[in-house]
């Protein structure tokens, strides 16, 4: 995080629709409050390890002049639909005001370059301070408690008033001593930029094909590995066939990936397709409880996800950090395929 070098004005809020609120609000309608801005998107890893700190604190400073916002800036076509992000904010918990940034209108207002970044304003309307991606909770919740504190004072609510206790680390992976490791980069499937590898690569105009894995010498961290009919878009990529598999070589704390049951956002706003089971295995095995992601299910020695939403899946977790490799395996011709995300961090104890 880092303090703002000059006095720079917060930029006004461009159009947009609003949840969590019955009418538009405009950033200078809080002046004589501080105000901290988050632009995230829910599908993006960084940015739900960062939500539990914000919501905390929105709770924390609720009797303060103090005011939260969002903006959701989205990665994906589908995350664009009001109805896919009220969703989230329900399973999220989130209770403060968020704008839609569906054209980036406020993501290039604010020069914002990383989901997710927190914005902190003072309360006559400049920005103080600034981070991008997670961690730093400390040194924002500091900032925050500062900003609080200024703006009580120039309303004259500060005498005899104590500011919330901090927060502290919600996660072991938070607090001092965590161990990191290298992590696998974020992987994404589409024909725009994908990282598929096997060697038929993507058909133009997104047709389908029919692939077969590479044994496994010749698969590589560093990418993703089908089997069966798939058909790529620009954005993800769908099981065409009614069977197939996918195989992601990996080293990292946790694994994640953005699943749907379509890659149409249509189909998705009307909810026309049933929620879709994949079974996941790692190293050939089903997960057990102590590698099993949260979003991991088990029945009768299996393991497997089901997708009931468009959204980031945590898959694996991994207290070892060591190289692995998930398979999963899709039944339900549509099932889409958006990107893979890698944590890096655990508590010391689960290195044991």
């Known amino acids: 995080m880092f303090a703002a070098p000059a006095r720079i004005h917060a930029p006004e809020l461009a159009p947009g629709e609003w949840l969590n609120t019955p009418r538009p609000i405009r950033l200078d309608e809080w002046r004589g409050r501080a105000v901290l801005v988050d632009i995230w998107d829910f599908t993006c890893l960084n940015c739900l390890r960062t939500l539990p700190y914000l919501t905390a604190w929105h709770q924390a400073y609720r009797d303060w002049p103090v005011s939260f916002l969002g903006i959701h800036s989205p990665e994906f076509a589908f995350a664009k639909d009001r109805r896919q992000v009220e969703a989230a904010l329900q399973r ?63 309303s004259g609510q500060a005498a005899g008033r104590h500011l919330p206790r901090p ?119 089903p997960l057990e409880a102590l590698s099993a992601g949260g979003d991991v299910r088990t029945e009768a020695g299996r393991s497997f996800v089901i997708i009931d939403a468009p959204r980031m899946y945590e898959l694996a977790r991994n207290p070892d950090g060591r190289p692995h490799e998930l398979r999963l395996d899709l039944a339900a011709r549509g099932t889409a395929v958006f990107a893979f995300t890698f944590s890096t961090c655990v508590t010391p104890a689960a290195t044991g």
């Open 92 to 154: 999220l918990g989130i209770k403060y005001p968020v704008l839609l940034d569906n054209d980036y209108k406020n993501w290039d207002a604010f020069a914002n370059r990383y989901w997710p970044t927190t914005y902190l304003i003072d309360a006559q309307g400049y920005i103080r301070y600034q981070h991008a991606g997670e961690g730093a909770y400390d040194e924002i919740e500091a900032a925050l408690s500062s900003l609080a504190f200024e703006a009580a004072q120039l």
């Open 167 to 285: 927060l502290g680390a919600l996660r072991g992976e938070d607090r001092p001593g965590a161990v990191c490791f290298r992590a696998t980069g974020e992987l994404h499937t589409g024909f725009d930029g994908g990282t598929l590898g096997n060697p038929e690569g993507y058909l133009p105009r997104g047709l389908p094909l029919i692939y077969r894995l590479p044994p496994q010498p010749e698969r590589r961290d560093g990418a993703f590995y089908v089997e069966g009919a798939w058909q790529a878009g620009s954005e993800s990529l769908s099981l065409a066939g009614e069977q197939g598999a996918l195989v992601l070589p990996y080293h990292a704390a946790t694994a994640n990936a953005v699943l749907a049951v379509s890659a149409d956002p249509v189909d998705l706003m009307l909810g026309l397709k049933p929620p879709a089971r994949l079974a996941v295995t790692q190293d050939g095995l």
